[in-house]
């Protein structure tokens, strides 16, 4: 059954080709079939490899299936070779289950749009290449993934081209992941150089042999590699292009700007571990990243009224969760915090997609209201992924990654109070703007008419994500509940444990008590100001701090302005100054200089053979003097 | 019979080159350029056969056949040129054909 890990990425591919060449002929029910079928196949595939490595784990629980040798270069021998650990298997179920039920809702979601068939298309090849990013055995094939993924999102962003503010927001996507893609590469540059092997396994166990703790090479390495994980993390300080990248469809923002694509920093700095491990300083930015990137996005998304706005500056947050886990060397919770949220999350994209095309593409949810009537189904499956967002505990899958987080951020060696209180902030306002989100679209009255209910095709998928938004927690329970946790230890065959001191139960269970009563009363005031007195939120906007500091939080910090000021700016108007393009003067300089010579030599050519005979002549002449008289 | 000296005939090849040169040089008639084409052509097979001679080696003697059959085939060629020459520019002056100029 392993043998057939190959298949689960190329499957998408190969429907992937189909689609693109053929797709324009095809009826929409067939393409539908093919791109929707192709990634259940995956899935199907993926669960089977999964219950045999789980079931009977292969020798030092690693499966490697070799294809072929992609580049022959010296000793520069990357592989298409995937490589199954407990991380890429998470990784892989995530990507192929999740994805597949968000395929199945955009076969309802776009069934009236032209672009059906390429739609599938982009989506197959974005399934495909973040499969090749997790299987990857080395970083070249890793780093292909990547740029694959970065791609299709590209793609996907500026799915509806027509419209010009989609295509910018595309490029924006684009050109500001690419700055992260760049420092990544010259890590991997770094890493080839000192090392001579961009294989996975061999970098890892020969960085931990050659360099020491604290070197400066780790340092530089781990850096460059956390450089890219922000920039496709959306993290501090390269986050700016994600709440811009909901221009594309909602079930893209589902698949590529939640569940998979953007946590692919979270699985890098997870399977590149080793190289944090050794540089502290690096590990401690990853942290303070984090941290700091889940305050500016969770205040962000406090003022935003545009439903998807909200959940990607969420989507920013909540990653910074994962990065704050990674940096305080909480790998597998880093890891649970992915796989929680990319249920919940997913979720919550496909109910504000539900809700955006039954309300005729209407994105501001103060124009909504008391929805809940209206969509219940919708409502209630929104509700649970927004329970599990806010982490409401026991019962939400949020909760159990959330709590085990904040948990760490305080007692692994490395987290400090400060980081806890980070978390703590953080989680506040997440129950806040969550909860803000839930009373104004599902509450009140209603503003709105829905002119169309949710057919089986996307019902089917938000129900299935709501359960698993619900049960997908019990795989992890702290010490306080039993201390069940298979999902660590299954995690530990590949990412360390966390180093932490011993704490006693009573100690876990006052965390949790601060961390529950913390979300019930950021639940409490979003009731208060956005369902009970909303006048009260409305005098808030109204005083002058308030005025200020929305504006702030709404233009997400700033950051825009920053951005186009300091770097958009000048650009521009560095190319208007040198529009006529200094640096090509030199090269106008060597075509006058060729002219000249041209205009000289061209007057020898006469017409005449006289004068050329005495050319020869003379030439002759020449050549026989200065053989005979040197 | 007493062998003449090498550098006499050497000179002499030098000498017929040289008119020739100088006819090729001077000449605005495109047939009596061909004529002391043939004359340099034919200097050069004398400086062969001499040096030949002077070595008692038979390559001198072969290489003149070349020269001549090569001389032969030359004038075929140029004599239509000239006739085309003739016909197109109803000249024979090689100064008045010179629309290669550059």
């Known amino acids: 059954m392993l043998s057939l890990l190959w298949l689960v990425p190329a499957i998408p591919y190969f429907s992937f080709a189909i689609l693109a060449v053929f797709g324009k002929r095809m009826p929409k029910s067939v393409s539908g079939l093919l791109g929707v079928g192709s990634v259940g196949i995956s899935a199907v595939i993926s669960v089977l490899i999964g219950i045999q490595f789980i079931s009977s784990p292969p020798e030092g629980d690693l499966f490697l299936q070799r294809l072929w040798t992609w580049i022959g270069v010296g000793n520069f021998q990357p592989e298409i070779a995937f490589h199954l650990d407990a991380l890429s298997l998470l990784m892989m179920l995530v990507v192929t289950i999740v994805g597949f039920l968000i395929h199945l809702y955009s076969w309802e979601f776009m069934e009236d749009d032209e672009g059906f068939s390429r739609f599938f298309a982009y989506m197959n090849l974005f399934v495909g290449s973040m499969l090749t990013l997790v299987l990857a055995n080395n970083l070249v094939l890793l780093y292909l993934g990547w740029e ?163 959940l990607a500056y969420s989507t920013i947050s909540q990653i910074g969760y994962m990065f704050l886990a990674l940096g305080v060397g909480a790998y597998s919770a880093a890891m649970f915090h992915f796989m929680t949220h990319a249920f919940f999350k997913a979720l919550l994209f496909l109910g504000a997609g539900a809700l955006i095309m039954c309300l005729h593409h209407e994105h501001n949810m103060f124009k909504m209201g008391g929805m809940r009537k209206q969509l219940p189904l ?253 | 019979m007493t062998a003449i000296p090498m550098e006499h005939g050497l000179l002499l090849a030098a000498v017929l080159f040289m008119l020739g040169l100088i006819g090729l040089l001077v000449r605005r008639n495109i047939i009596f350029m061909l004529l002391s084409i043939e004359v340099m052509l034919n200097a050069a097979g004398l400086a062969f056969v001499v040096a030949g001679a002077r070595w008692a080696q038979a390559e001198g003697q072969i290489m003149f056949m070349f020269i001549l059959a090569m001389a032969a085939a030359e004038v075929a060629v140029g004599l239509a040129l000239v006739l085309l020459m003739y016909r197109k520019f109803k000249t024979l002056d090689s100064d008045q054909v010179s629309r290669m100029r550059g």
């Open chain 1, 148 to 310: 694959g993924v970065g791609l299709c999102s590209y793609l996907l962003i500026g799915f509806w081209y027509k419209d010009s503010y989609n295509g910018a927001a595309a490029r924006k996507a684009f050109i500001t992941t690419r700055v992260g893609d760049t420092a990544m590469a010259i890590g991997l540059f770094l890493l080839f150089w000192n090392l001579g092997s961009l294989d996975i396994q061999e970098v890892m166990s020969s960085a931990s042999m050659q360099w020491g703790t604290g070197s400066g090479i780790a340092l530089a390495v781990a850096l460059l590699l956390l450089g890219g994980a922000v920039g496709k993390s959306a993290q501090l300080p390269l986050q700016v292009w994600l709440p811009d990248a909901m221009a594309g469809p909602s079930p893209v923002s589902a698949l590529i700007h939640a569940a998979t694509m953007v946590t692919a920093g979270v699985y890098l700095i997870a399977r590149t571990h080793v190289i944090f491990d050794l540089a502290p300083i690096a590990q401690a930015a990853v942290a303070i990243v984090g941290a700091a990137t889940l305050l500016i996005a969770g205040f962000s998304a406090l003022k935003q009224h545009d439903i998807k706005r909200v």
């Open chain 1, 378 to 630: 919708t409502f209630w499956t929104f509700l649970i992924g927004s329970g599990a967002l806010a982490a409401v505990p026991l019962i939400t899958a949020g909760f159990y990654s959330k709590d085990l987080i904040l948990w760490r951020a305080w007692t692994s060696d490395s987290g400090s109070p400060i980081l806890w209180l980070a978390g703590i902030v953080g989680a506040f306002i997440t129950a806040v703007y969550t909860f803000r989100m839930v009373f104004v679209t599902f509450f009140g009255e209603s503003k709105m008419q829905a002119d169309r209910k949710p057919g089986v095709r996307i019902s089917v998928p938000l129900v299935a994500l709501a359960i698993l938004a619900l049960i997908g927690g019990f795989i992890e329970m702290p010490h306080t509940l039993g201390h069940f946790a298979p999902f660590s230890k299954f995690m530990h065959s590949v990412l360390p444990e966390v180093h932490a001191g011993q704490y006693s139960i009573s100690a876990e269970l006052l965390f949790q008590i601060i961390a529950v009563v913390i979300t019930l009363s950021g639940i409490l005031i979003a009731y208060i100001f956005y369902y009970r007195k909303p006048e009260l939120s409305a005098n808030v906007a109204k005083s002058g701090i308030g005025t200020v500091l929305g504006r702030f939080f709404y233009s997400g910090w700033g950051f825009d302005w920053l951005y186009y000021t300091f770097l958009v700016g000048p650009f521009v108007w560095i190319a208007r100054v040198n529009k006529k393009d200094i640096i090509d003067f030199i090269y106008t300089i060597i075509a006058m200089i060729c002219q000249i010579f041209n205009f000289i030599f061209r007057q020898t050519q006469t017409g005449r053979v006289r004068s050329y005979a005495a050319g020869i002549a003379f030439g002759a002449i020449v050549i026989i003097a200065i053989v005979m008289f040197t």
